[in-house]
């Protein structure tokens, strides 16, 4: 929030920003006008107040005056103040020389927002300059036959300072021969002329010496002086006549030197020595000395120097032709502009970190456009390279605005080279150009994305606490903390327990660690959220689902659930004594905890009394009668039988099965003689055998009558029919437990009894109700369905409903094999 509305308000400063420079720069100039020769910090005006700116932004806003030309600067702004004051000496009779008015322009750049604001300070002249003449003395010939209004042509004086401070009046010193006449040139300027109003005669004078002020109308008014001497000659009769009075040439300002630009002739009626003539340059100035020369016999005027349309675009001499007596003739040379200085670009203010957000039209820079030529010369257009996406925009008089015309983004271009070529209008046109770099800066623009939709993690149960298990990585193209990805997990839990407390995620690195050792047999499968978040402010962020798999391991033994273990209690079976080749015995179950071939049980007889009698069912535990029992076959028999899983390595549980071939339950031997060794108990067999033998014979009436009458007695207690129940205690703590779950055929119906009479709960196992011991090939399918590490709720074990339903789908099985 806080963010959108920061971004917002600069978007306004800029816009505001681009309105007020165009507003103001159409406004019009500011005008100041300072007198030359001021002192240094002379304050000019207050700029800030001029322009209704605040002073104190002046230096935040980095406020500096550009000039035109890359000339002086001459005045300074005060950051502080604000005030536009004389930074130095301002002479202006060198800054304009004889030009009337002498502007100085400055441009003053304020940033952010970009504005431009033109501000002229007039020079004012001050009559600082006196009047001066070529030379102190001016030497004139003339005839003493001259006729009164003789004319002669005297080079004014020349003052320095222009309007009223330039030479205003000249006055000649008083005689009785000469006046003096003032004449405006064609041109502009002044000149003299000396008029005779009394002829002269040089018997009665040879030398004439008389005194020129020029005086300027300054305040105070200062003048200067020149002595004019005349000698007075002998008669001679005309003067040199120029063939025009004004000369006018046209010169291209790049003429060749040597180059002869006019010709002035003048005739002289006179002949021999008097009507030899001489040309010479009136007063001419040192400038003109070094740019022309005259041919003195010839009258040719030659170029000698670089001529400078942009300095001077015109030259006025004046020149005399002289024999004795002397006339003048005036040249005007006429400049004419050839396209000759290429445009002068000047970045005036650059932005050079433009936010990959910036608006269209944001402004990157403001280039000032400059070129001494003049008309078509001058005229410039800027242009930019294409396939960028910036323009260049002619903004007010010689400005150019360079702006943004696609949207940035600095993940695909972050820099951009702009060559910025400016032409000017001449033929053949001159161009310049400039390349500014241009970054884009970044702006948290992308949030980070995962290199996959989701990522799966297998690991084997029993792991070490710290393996890592998985890694995830996510990219985030921004720039430096806006793409740093830190990885996060989101809290859940598992089974009630917090994630965290099962893996754990490095951040900097996405490496995922299990905290702690997984039970495949607890839980299987879970799945947590994994968090990629940048550094930027605000940041950015994604997720992406991992599940974890937990791969069952072998690495639990087979239980065996039936016969009970030994130790428990011991349990006998009683074998009829007419059981045929084939028919069931007895069946041990066993079940695993594991899954899949851990938990694929196989069955062996390792140790048998006899070792032909009975044989076990390698999957399914049903220990069968090889052949018919025979009288000769052992009352007792022992069976030591291995349960063994499939796993690597195998894992394998025994059990002893004690089987009781008897139809009588009197035979039931001492249950405590079945668990000695085989050795033992045949000699302890007989003589029980003996011992029952002898008194057989003495208690036969008595034990037939009492055991039939017992029999008959329990017979509704012990022979129950079929009803099955496995008491809990004899079910591994996590598997579930079966009640009524079925009956079986009566037919087969095995009573057991315990050796204990007080523990005397008589039960029977109906079946293995494990899904996962395979007690034949046809539920084999069935569980390997049921293994499928997807499903969801795996990690629920044995305690679900539709495990319940399969346990009573396998007891109704077995009911019907009986
Ligand atoms: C400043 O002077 C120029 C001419 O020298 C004139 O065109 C302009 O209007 C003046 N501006 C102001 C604000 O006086
Ligand atoms: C821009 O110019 C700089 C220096 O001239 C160069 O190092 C850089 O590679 C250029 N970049 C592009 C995008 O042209
Ligand atoms: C990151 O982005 C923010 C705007 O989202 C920006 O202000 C900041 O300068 C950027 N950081 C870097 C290092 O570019
Ligand atoms: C995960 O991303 C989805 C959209 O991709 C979003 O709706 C959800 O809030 C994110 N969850 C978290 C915890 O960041």
Redesign the pocket.
């Known amino acids: 929030m806080e963010y959108k509305r920061r971004s917002e308000s600069s978007v306004t400063r800029l816009l505001t920003g681009l309105i007020v420079l165009f507003i103001r720069a159409s406004e019009g100039d500011i005008n100041y006008s300072v007198p030359e020769e001021t002192n240094v910090g002379y304050v000019i005006g207050n700029i800030a107040k001029d322009l209704g700116i605040n002073a104190k932004i002046l230096s935040t806003r980095k406020a500096r005056l550009d000039v035109d030309d890359d000339g002086k600067v001459y005045c300074d702004v005060s950051l502080s103040s604000g005030d536009l004051v004389v930074a130095e000496r301002i002479d202006r009779e060198q800054i304009c020389g004889p030009k009337t008015v002498c502007p100085l322009k400055y441009e003053m750049i304020l940033e952010n927002p970009l504005e431009l604001h033109v501000i002229v300070v007039h020079i004012q002249d001050i009559n600082d300059n006196s009047p001066t003449f070529a030379s102190d003395v001016i030497k004139f010939e003339i005839r003493e036959s001259a006729n009164k209004g003789a004319r002669f042509t005297i080079s004014g004086a020349h003052d320095e300072d222009v309007g009223l401070n330039g030479v205003q009046s000249y006055s000649l010193q008083n005689n009785e021969h000469f006046t003096f006449d003032v004449h405006a040139r064609p041109g502009g300027g002044k000149y003299g002329e000396l008029v005779l109003s009394k002829e002269l005669d040089r018997e009665q004078q040879q030398k004439m010496s008389l005194i020129l002020t020029a005086t300027d109308g300054g305040r105070p008014q200062r003048s200067g002086t020149t002595v004019i001497e005349v000698t007075i000659l002998d008669a001679n009769d005309n003067a040199p006549v120029f063939t025009q009075q004004i000369y006018k040439v046209n010169v291209p300002e790049n003429a060749d030197l040597g180059t002869v630009l006019a010709t002035v002739t003048a005739t002289d009626a006179d002949e021999g020595a008097n009507g030899q003539l001489t040309y010479e340059f009136g007063h001419t100035s040192e400038e003109l000395n070094k740019l022309f020369k005259l041919n003195k016999n010839s009258g040719d005027i030659i170029l000698v120097g670089q001529m400078d349309f942009e300095k001077e675009s015109l030259y006025e001499l004046s020149i005399q032709a002289k024999d004795g007596s002397a006339s003048t003739a005036n040249v005007i040379i006429d400049i004419t502009d050839v396209n000759d200085n290429a445009p002068k670009m000047i970045i005036t203010s650059l932005n050079n970190h433009i936010p990959e957000n910036a608006i269209v039209g944001t402004e990157a820079a403001i280039i000032n456009v400059q070129d001494k030529d003049s008309g078509d010369n001058r005229q410039i257009s800027c242009s930019i390279q294409q396939n960028v996406p910036f323009k260049i925009n002619p903004s007010i008089k010689n400005y150019f605005s360079l702006a943004t015309t696609n949207p940035l983004d600095r993940e695909t271009e972050a820099y951009y080279n702009i060559t910025i070529t400016a032409t000017d209008g001449g033929s053949p046109p001159l161009s310049s150009s400039k390349t500014i770099h241009l970054m884009v800066s970044d702006v948290n623009d992308n949030p980070p994305v995962f290199g996959e939709q989701s990522y799966n993690a297998y690991v084997m149960e029993n792991n070490k606490p710290g393996t890592s298990i998985c890694s995830v990585s996510a990219r985030d193209p921004d720039w430096r903390q806006n793409g740093t990805v830190l990885y996060s997990l ?1 809290s859940s839990e598992v089974n009630g327990v917090p994630v965290s407390s099962f893996i754990s995620i490095n951040a900097d690195t996405g490496v995922i660690h299990a905290v702690r050792s997984f039970d495949y047999e607890q839980f299987r499968k879970f799945k947590v ?1 994994v ?1 990629a978040r940048d550094n930027g402010s605000p940041p950015l ?3 992406v689902t991992m599940s974890v798999f937990i791969t069952d391991e072998n690495d639990n033994s087979p239980q065996i659930l039936y016969p009970a273990p030994e130790g428990r209690s011991l349990m006998t079976e009683m074998v009829p004594k007419a059981a045929l080749s084939g028919s069931l015995i007895s069946k041990v179950i066993a079940v695993d905890a594991d899954s899949g071939q851990n938990a694929w049980l196989s069955y062996q007889i390792v140790k048998s009394t006899d070792l032909g009698l009975f044989t076990i069912g390698l999957h399914n535990g049903e220990i069968r009668a090889v052949r018919d029992i025979t009288a000769s076959d052992s009352m007792k028999q022992n069976l030591v039988i291995s349960v063994k899983d499939n796993g690597q390595p195998p894992l394998s549980s025994t059990c002893s099965v004690y089987l009781l071939i008897s139809d009588n339950l009197a035979e039931v031997p001492e249950l405590k003689d079945m668990t000695y060794e085989e050795s033992n108990s045949k000699l302890t067999s007989y003589l029980i055998i003996a011992l029952v033998s002898v008194s057989t014979f003495f208690l036969t009436f008595i034990i037939l009558i009492l055991a039939v009458r017992f029999c008959h007695r329990r017979k509704p207690r012990l022979l129950f029919d079929g009803a099955v129940a496995i008491p809990s205690a004899y079910l591994p703590p996590n598997y579930a437990e079966v009640e009524g779950a079925g009956t079986l055929c009566s037919s087969y119906n095995y009573d057991t009894y315990l050796t204990t009479g007080s523990r005397s709960s008589d039960f029977k196992f109906v079946t293995s109700y494990n899904e996962n011991t395979l007690p034949s090939t046809h539920t084999l399918n069935r569980i390997q369905n049921q293994i499928d590490p997807f499903e969801e709720n795996s990690f629920t074990v044995a305690s679900s409903d539709s495990e319940h339903d399969s346990l009573t789908t396998h007891v109704s099985n077995f009911e019907g094999c009986f």
């Open positions: 989101v959220q968090v962020s994604s997720n």
